[in-house]
């Protein structure tokens, strides 16, 4: 054991060496102790501080023996994934550690030592940061880069991320209402965004003051332009919109301005607002007209006005929709009726096909019987003709034969018909013949 003299450390605050550290970095009370031991157990860190202010560090597990000096347990930090360790050096330097990691605080080397959640960014983000570095010429400078998402980012000792300030929206104001810097972020938003804005008091030409809404849609399309040409985004949209607005109104009277309130919803209405928006990386998509509101007298007046044309477009539209109820009806009528004489055409025209082709199954049938008896027929006169050939042949034979005999075939002739319907004589004019002669001429007789 060293030296019995009086210890400096009794009856002093065993903490006052650390008072002027932060509290994350100062170690948890610690025990004086003249003589004994002391256990450090495992996974732990201690600090043995001696008489003459040096110090050691003891891991454990350990057994000490103390005498004439002070421990001290070593407070240990740890960081998980999504996290890491910022530990200040007592030379000024600053070790970033990437979390999973553990460290043990040294009271000799170290100011403090905290634990810090690494900067999540998800797809629709990115960070701004900047970086110390040198020059070619060893000078100082600074460096810029823009961290896009997913990621996770962790800032080396050297680096510093952006913080914005742009104009938003108050805590105790309104959506359209804006004030400066009262938007405070670090992870830019690289998607569609959109922000309502009223633009009030709006003057037209024939002096009527009015308040216009709109609803303006952007997108950042480049990070870069937009960090080297504005500040707040926010706020040139702002009075870009503004002024285009106050623009319109002002070359406008009122009952022009409640005709052409369409043209608010067109971006070639807004050309200062879309060639600041361009100037600063940003694409203003769309602008949306929410409405406006006028003073109080001439809002109501305009409300009432509103009122009684929505009145008499409500009637028309119950009129309109009574004679369309009608004009169906009697169009489905009308099909109905159209359909029915349709049908019955069709039917008579089937009707009359049946009976047009009754009728000719008739008629062909007729047909063949017509046919049938003038076959009938030709074949009897066929017969009839032949039989009287054959009669007259016979009689032909008959009368040669008694010509040949010397018979008068004339007298045989009329003795067949005695009694003639008319008898026509010939008479030659010739002179007459010798008595008991006649004339073959005068005796020939006709008989019809």
């Avoid at 701004?128 to 070619?136: E, F, M, Q, S, W």
């Avoid at 742009?166 to 938003?189: C, E, I, M, N």
């Avoid at 607002?273 to 809002?299: E, M, N, P, S, W």
């Avoid at 009976?355 to 027929?377: G, T």
């Amino acid at each position: 054991c060293p030296s019995t003299a009086p210890s400096p450390w009794i009856g002093r605050d065993p903490t006052a060496d650390f008072a002027g550290l932060p509290l994350s970095s100062r170690s948890p009370p610690t025990l004086v102790m003249t003589f004994g031991s002391k256990t450090v157990r495992e996974g732990e860190r201690a600090c043995v501080w001696s008489r003459d202010g040096s110090a050691r560090l003891v891991d454990g597990p350990r057994r000490l023996f103390l005498c004439l000096q002070r421990l001290e347990v070593l407070p240990k930090h740890s960081a998980g994934n999504v996290e890491y360790l910022e530990v200040r050096r007592r030379d000024g330097t600053v070790i970033i550690l990437p979390g999973p990691a553990a460290r043990f605080f040294d009271p000799v080397e170290d100011i403090s030592v905290h634990v810090r959640e690494a900067r999540l960014i998800d797809a629709s983000e990115a960070l701004v940061v900047y970086r110390h570095t040198a020059n070619k010429v060893g000078e100082p400078h600074v460096e810029r880069r823009v961290v896009l998402g997913p990621a996770r980012f962790i800032p080396s000792a050297d680096e510093w991320v952006h913080e914005f300030e742009w104009s938003g929206v108050p805590q105790d104001g309104s959506k359209t209402t804006y004030q400066p810097k009262a938007l405070r972020f670090t992870k830019l938003r690289v998607i569609p965004a959109s922000a309502y804005h009223n633009v009030s008091e709006v003057r037209t030409n024939d002096d009527t003051l009015i308040t216009v809404k709109l609803m303006l849609f952007f997108e950042l399309r480049d990070v870069e332009k937009m960090l080297d040409a504005t500040n707040d985004p926010i706020g040139d949209f702002i009075n870009a919109a503004s002024a285009d607005v106050i623009a319109f109104c002002a070359g406008v009277s009122y009952e022009t301005f409640l005709n052409e309130t369409h043209r608010l919803n067109e971006l070639d209405t807004f050309a200062q607002l879309c060639v600041r928006a361009q100037h600063i990386g940003y694409d203003i998509t769309k602008v949306v007209f929410r409405g406006f509101q006028a003073g109080a007298k001439l809002q109501a007046m305009h409300d009432n006005a509103i009122q009684e044309r929505t009145r008499l477009r409500l009637l028309e539209e119950t009129q309109a929709q009574e004679q369309r109820q009608a004009d169906a009806a009697l169009a489905a009528e009308t099909r109905r009726a159209a359909q029915q004489a349709e049908l019955e055409t069709g039917q008579a025209q089937q009707r009359a096909q049946l009976s047009m082709v009754s009728v000719k199954a008739q008629l062909a049938e007729r047909r063949l019987q017509d046919e049938a008896e003038i076959e009938r027929q030709a074949r009897a006169a066929e017969q009839r003709l032949a039989e009287q050939q054959a009669h007259s042949a016979e009689l032909l034979a008959t009368m040669r034969e008694m010509k040949a005999m010397g018979v008068d075939l004339t007298k045989v002739l009329v003795s067949q018909h005695e009694a003639p319907d008319k008898v026509i004589k010939l008479d030659t004019g010739a002179a007459p013949a010798a008595e008991g002669k006649k004339s073959l001429l005068s005796a020939i007789q006709l008989n019809l």
